[in-house]
C-alpha cells in the first residue's frame, strides 16, 4: 500500500502547541482493519475517476465489497479510461441520482449492504433517500456527521461534529450528536474520550445560545443522560485543543488542551472549522454519518481517493463494534 500520508510542506505550526508536524492518525485505522473481514458496501453513484477509484483502492486493501450502483455503461467506460478493473464488483443499474439513492438504501434495509458509501452524487440527493421516514435508514438515534482528522499539529485524533447533516440542532439534537460521537470514538479505541463543547468563549452567556446548550449537556453527562465521555464546555477553540492557551486563561479542566471531539454550535461554524484545518493547516480527514442503520461513508466530491480510504476503514471499524460476534 502506498504511503498515505505523505509529509504536508510548509504546514505552520501553532506555537501554542507543542507537537510536530506529522501525521499519526490513519495508519492506525487501516492497520487495525487488516484482521477484520470486508465489509458489504454500497457504493452510490461513483461516476468520478476520484469516487470510482477511491472504491476499487477500498474493495483492494480489503475494506470493503463493494457493489456499484450508477449507469452502467458510463461506469465501465470510466473504469477502462482510468485503467480500472471493476469486473469483479456487481453492478446495480441506476439512471438517476435519486435511482441510485434508492437503491442503495434498499440494500442496506434489506441487510444486503454493511454500509453505504456516497460516490460523486449531491450530499442532499443520498441523505434524502437515507432520512426518509418510511424508506430510510433512520433509528431511534438522530442522523448525525463526523469529521475524522489527522491534523499534523495536534497528537490526537480529533472529531468534529456536526459539520454536514445538521444545520442549526436544538438541544436534544445535541445529545444525539454528542452521543454518537462518543460511541465513534469508542469504535477507533479511545475509551473514554474528552469532549469540548466550543463556544466563542468560556462563560455561560445567556445571550450565546451555544454556551447554555454546553452547560446543560455538562450537567446531562453528569445524570448519566450522555454516557462514556468526559464533557466540558463552553470552551473556546483555543483552549479546547492548547494547554498553554487554556494555563493562560486559567482554566482548569480535564478536557482542555487534550480534546477527542469538538462539538460545534452549528453546521456552518463546524464545516468552516474541518475545512480551514484541511486547507490550511494541512490536516487530513475522513467523513462518517453515524445514527443510521448502518454506516454511511459521506465525502466530499472534492475528497481524494486517500480520504475514501480511510472513510471506509472508520466505517469497518464502527461495524465491529456494534457487531463484534462478527469479529475474526
Known amino acids: 500500500m502506498s504511503d498515505l500520508a505523505p509529509l504536508a510542506e510548509g504546514v505552520a505550526v501553532d506555537p501554542l502547541i507543542d507537537h510536530p508536524a506529522d501525521y499519526h492518525v490513519f495508519h492506525q485505522f487501516i492497520e487495525r482493519c487488516k484482521n477484520l473481514p470486508a465489509i458489504t458496501t454500497a457504493v ?3 461516476l468520478t475517476d476520484v469516487a470510482l477509484r477511491g472504491t476499487v483502492e477500498a474493495a483492494q486493501e480489503g475494506l470493503i465489497e463493494p457493489t456499484l450502483i450508477g449507469d452502467e455503461a458510463e461506469m465501465k467506460a470510466l473504469a477502462a479510461k482510468a485503467r480500472l478493473d471493476i469486473s469483479a464488483y456487481p453492478i446495480l443499474q441506476a439512471d438517476t441520482e435519486a435511482k441510485a439513492a434508492e437503491l442503495g438504501v434498499a440494500m442496506c434495509r434489506a441487510g444486503n449492504a454493511q454500509a453505504m458509501m456516497k460516490g460523486s452524487l449531491h450530499t442532499d440527493e443520498l441523505m434524502k433517500a437515507a432520512m426518509a421516514r418510511d424508506t430510510g435508514l433512520r433509528t431511534a438515534r438522530r442522523i448525525t456527521h463526523v469529521f475524522i482528522m489527522d491534523t499534523p499539529a495536534y497528537a490526537r485524533t480529533l472529531l468534529i461534529t456536526d459539520a454536514a447533516i445538521n444545520i442549526s440542532p436544538e438541544l436534544e439534537d445535541k ?23 466550543l463556544s466563542a468563549v468560556e462563560t455561560v452567556n445567556p445571550k450565546i445560545q451555544s454556551t447554555l446548550d454546553a452547560a ?3 450537567k446531562m453527562a453528569d445524570r448519566g443522560q450522555i454516557t462514556g465521555g468526559i464533557l466540558d464546555g463552553p470552551l473556546a477553540f483555543d483552549t479546547a485543543v492548547s494547554e498553554k492557551a487554556a494555563r493562560i486563561k486559567k482554566l482548569v479542566s480535564p478536557v482542555t488542551g487534550q480534546a477527542d471531539i469538538l462539538v460545534v454550535p452549528d453546521l456552518e461554524s463546524g464545516n468552516m472549522l474541518a475545512k480551514q484545518l484541511e486547507y490550511l493547516g494541512g ?8 445514527g443510521a442503520r448502518v454506516p454511511t461513508i459521506l465525502t466530499s466530491r472534492a475528497d481524494s481517493a486517500e480520504t475514501r480510504l480511510t472513510s471506509c476503514a ?5 461495524h465491529y463494534a456494534t457487531h463484534p460476534q462478527l469479529k475474526v
Open 44 to 46: 452510490v453513484w461513483p
Open 175 to 197: 445529545v444525539h450528536i454528542v452521543q454518537n460521537a462518543i460511541d465513534l470514538a469508542h469504535a477507533l479505541g479511545i475509551p473514554e474520550p474528552k469532549v469540548a463543547l
Open 283 to 290: 490536516a487530513q480527514l475522513a467523513g462518517i454519518v453515524l
Open 314 to 318: 472508520v466505517a469497518v471499524l464502527l
Open 216 to 218: 446543560a449537556l455538562c
